[in-house]
């Protein structure tokens, strides 16, 4: 591809706003490892870029908008904020690399929860049982929309998790109206 192609497309890219492609594909096996879950013992972001908290994406406000979703759609989570007390945790992490006027980007959303080696069953360790990702590019413009792809990752997170403990449903019957009435416009 020449290099006036590139940057033609950047620019589209940028003047666009946000593309986010989702390279996730999870198994049933990922979606069963959650039944039985009583909750998430702590939502954890890793600190965002300082690229992306100049602005206006802080690390505090996405962990706070992330628990509050997770507790609309039903699912528990705990208040501690202590790393050490959770015994699983849903983790975020955000990666940037920015050139110019867009950062390219990639979302990562895990859920890790303490698990025994075979090998050594006295040793305990966290593994990862669920996760979900993407990769794209946003305007500088345009940052605060990546709390919206991070959103998308953890909906899905939602929607796995209330697929196998349908003693929830009543929250995802929550979690849909709540979504839906946010995506529509004011009459």
């Not at 794209?136 to 196998?164: A, C, M, P, T």
Request: charged share 20%.
């Amino acid at each position: 591809m020449s290099r006036s192609n590139l940057v033609a497309i950047v620019v589209f890219l940028c003047i666009w706003g946000t593309s986010i492609t989702s390279v996730s594909a999870r198994t049933e096996k990922e979606r069963e490892s959650l039944r039985g879950l009583q909750g998430v013992g702590l939502v954890l972001v890793e600190e965002l870029p300082s690229n992306l908290e100049k602005y206006g994406l802080t690390t505090g406000q996405l962990q706070s908008d992330l628990e509050l979703r997770l507790r609309k759609a039903g699912i528990p989570v705990s208040s501690g904020k202590d790393f050490e007390s959770a015994v699983n945790h849903l983790y975020v992490r955000i990666t940037t690399h920015q050139d110019r006027e867009i950062n390219a980007v990639a979302i990562e959303i895990t859920f890790k929860e303490p698990a025994k080696l075979m090998r050594n069953p006295s040793a305990l360790a966290f593994a990862t049982t669920w996760e979900s990702n993407s990769v794209g590019v946003v305007g500088l413009s345009n940052v605060k929309s990546l709390r919206e792809g991070v959103f998308q990752h953890v909906d899905e997170f939602i929607k796995d998790y209330l697929s196998v403990n349908p003693q929830k449903r009543s929250g995802l019957t929550k979690w849909r109206t709540m979504t839906t009435v946010a995506s529509t416009p004011p009459i």
